[in-house]
């Protein structure tokens, strides 16, 4: 249930981001407290972050290279809600709720290309990708159909969300209440500023993986770059000490990075010598290291000079989150055949280190049901990243500060 008062904020859900809470995430690090457990635990907070923090800002949807050209669409889910995203004619990529105006059927199933207009199976009103009316058959009557020729076809458009897409990524703003987006994602750009992002293809490799566990401890975990050196021996191995770093704010979203031994995208040592295309003109500090970012909520992206991983965190139940990742590689080393072995060799090195957080991200979320754990003791120097990101998920749920509506 949905309250809609802060005054209530001392019960149910909203007990988990009160005015308490979130005085304890504002100590220093090593004082503060992290979120409690029914973050993580209690499916009403999960509805809540659905109906509360997921529409009032940015959310990520999809890589738009997923429908390349005009007359394609794919039904996805955002924050648990269906949408689909179609390449309408003059290019542009549209996100619609995927639902027919008239009846509220459920307009799109399956993948579908070289679409003109969607046609809802029930009674045949058609639309453009574009989300405007084509037709209506037998509209006012048997064989009286209304066309676009004698209808305005705003009449009953789609439901069009509104949306952004920065480089190959979609984001919507489900509330449409959201600041600019350009104001959103404007500290990305600045942490990415020596990179040129635009060189990077999609390639065919995607990664599926489940996770038993609430999907902010899937993206904490993604974040620490702490338990490196416990969990992922190999990638400590590739790590160079002395530009490794604890993570950073930037707005509402962190970053963090890495300096690696050797010239490459590798993620383990032997890869030190994978002989991939880098970004053209890279400059020197940045050839032989890592970017991250989390731009908050749900999207990361690791940025190496040879290769980007794209990362979608999807909520699926308070304990169950399903990560997407994506491939890319400077320009045809996303798909060449010359390259398909180093392609393979990144792919499976990402497997492996997944499958390693999987374990780990089911420790935690076995661990939120101990009544003893009353948010953690943190870290000082590596923990800032974890405070930072609980703060953001208290202030969106509430609504306030960079969450409120229209900043
Ligand atoms: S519900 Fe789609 S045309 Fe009637
Ligand atoms: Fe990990």
């Not at 529409?55 to 890589?63: E, G, I």
């Not at 969607?118 to 989300?131: E, N």
């Not at 990742?325 to 280190?353: N, P």
Request: glycine fraction near 8%.
């Amino acid at each position: 249930m949905i309250l809609g008062s802060l005054d209530h904020q001392e019960t149910g859900p909203w007990a988990t981001v009160s005015d308490d809470v979130l005085a304890r995430l504002d100590l220093d690090t090593a004082q503060a407290r992290g979120l409690p457990n029914a973050a993580f635990t209690d499916p009403s907070f999960h509805e809540l972050e659905r109906a509360r923090l997921f529409p009032r800002t940015w959310a990520f949807a999809a890589p738009a290279s997923l429908v390349p050209e005009p007359g394609d669409v794919l039904p996805i889910t955002v924050a648990g809600r269906p949408v689909f995203l179609a390449r309408a004619r003059d290019h542009s990529v549209r996100v619609f709720h995927n639902v027919c105006p008239h009846r509220g059927a459920r307009l799109v199933t399956d993948e579908l290309h070289g679409k003109a207009v969607l046609t809802c199976p029930y009674h045949a009103w058609s639309y453009g990708l574009d989300g405007t009316l084509h037709g209506r058959p037998h509209y006012h009557g048997p064989k009286m159909h209304q066309t676009r020729c004698n209808s305005s076809p705003e009449e009953a458009r789609l439901f069009e969300i509104r949306s952004e897409t920065w480089h190959d990524w979609v984001f919507v703003n489900l509330d449409g209440r959201a600041g600019a987006f350009e104001e959103f994602i404007a500290p990305v750009v600045r942490e990415f500023d020596g990179h040129d992002l635009s060189v990077f293809r999609r390639s065919e490799d995607a990664m599926r993986f489940e996770f038993q566990s609430n999907w902010k401890l899937v993206v904490e975990n993604y974040c620490d770059f702490y338990h490196v050196f416990a969990v992922h021996p190999e990638l400590d191995v590739a790590m160079s000490d002395e530009v490794r770093r604890a993570m950073w704010p930037g707005g509402c979203h962190m970053f963090n990075g890495y300096s690696f031994e050797g010239a490459s995208s590798g993620i383990s040592v032997e890869q030190a010598d994978l002989d991939l295309p880098k970004q053209p003109g890279l400059r020197d500090d940045l050839a032989n290291s890592m970017v991250f970012g989390l731009v908050f909520p749900n999207f990361a992206i690791n940025v190496y000079p040879e290769s980007v991983q794209a990362v979608l965190f999807e909520p699926v139940a308070h304990d169950r989150t399903i990560m997407h990742m994506w491939f890319y590689y400077v320009g045809d080393a996303a798909r060449a055949s010359q390259f398909s072995k180093q392609r393979a060799r990144l792919y499976s090195d990402w497997a492996g280190l997944n499958a390693e957080d999987e374990g780990i991200c089911r420790r935690l979320q076995e661990g939120r049901t101990c009544e003893a754990y009353d948010g953690g003791r943190m870290a000082p120097y590596w923990d800032k990243g974890t405070i930072h990101y609980h703060r953001q998920i208290a202030l969106a749920v509430r609504q306030e500060g960079a969450f409120a509506a229209g900043s």
